[in-house]
């Protein structure tokens, strides 16, 4: 007759032999395969789920931003962040917040993938002022000194909302030469391949470590109310070489004079 079951040896006391080294060696090998197989797929999954509450936050902001615009003669906001001689942060109007009574939830304002301690200041700007007033968006600048929509001829190739680089305390970014080189304020965005040195001058220097924090990409609110994940050089003109100064694509669709003085 078979036995019901066939297991380990039995010593000849009755007891079950142990586990040899080499299985014991082999069994942990096997899991550490499957957790390096494993691990990196659940860290890509929290990142997508990241990526979609960003976009997300985004889709509320511009759906504010559209509401604001019909009750608003049909004008962006226009705010006030660059403070002059005299002025204190009182004076401060953040883009954000006249689109408030629409939203009233300072969350959405927060990427859940940035969490930083920014070490470049606007001159006004401290840590424990940057905690009160804080935002992972920018707005371009176009649009937050009161720009009209009708001058947007292509609103939905035309970038509006666009995510903060990390370490910079900063509210809006400028499409336009700002820069002592002539180049235009990507190094204030996230996955730009660019990064701020100099508050004060506009200087930035190549970052290759600022790839984009989804996946090597960022999200994008357009003039138009819909929100896009997309590589930043995609959102750059494809006739121009990625690293020309004056390539400022889907940042100035149009390609519009400075409006900071209005």
């Keep these: 007759m078979k036995p019901l079951f066939v297991g380990r040896p039995v010593c000849a006391s009755g007891a079950r032999a142990a586990f040899t080294l080499i299985e014991l060696l082999v069994v942990i090998a096997i899991i550490a395969i499957l957790a390096a197989i494993l691990f990196p797929v659940f860290a890509q999954a929290r990142e997508k789920a990241r990526q979609t509450t960003c976009l997300s936050n985004q889709k509320q902001i511009m759906l504010a931003q559209m509401m604001y615009v019909q009750d608003y003669d049909e004008r962006f906001c226009e705010t006030h962040h660059d403070l002059e001689e005299g002025e204190t942060v009182a004076d401060l109007y953040v883009w954000y917040q006249p689109l408030q009574p629409y939203i009233k939830n ?7 993938s940035l969490s930083d301690t920014p070490t470049l200041f606007p001159s006004f700007m401290t840590p424990d002022i940057w905690r009160t007033v804080r935002t992972d968006y920018l707005i371009n600048g176009f649009f937050s000194h009161g720009i009209a929509l009708a001058a947007v001829a292509t609103p939905a190739e035309q970038i509006v909302i666009a995510e903060r680089n990390r370490n910079i305390a900063f509210f809006d970014y400028h499409p336009w030469a700002s820069a002592p080189d002539g180049q235009w304020e990507r190094g204030f965005i996230d996955g730009s391949n660019y990064r701020l040195t100099d508050p004060e001058s506009g200087a930035q220097v190549i ?54 003085e209005h």
């Design 106 to 112: 300072d969350g959405i304002f927060r990427c859940p």
């Design 207 to 260: 970052d290759p470590s600022n790839r984009g924090r989804h996946s090597e990409g960022s999200n994008y609110g357009f003039a138009d109310g819909h929100v896009k994940y997309m590589k930043f050089t995609a959102t750059l003109d494809r006739n121009k070489p990625v690293d020309d100064v004056t390539n400022v694509g889907m940042h100035n669709r149009d390609n519009l004079p400075p409006n900071d």
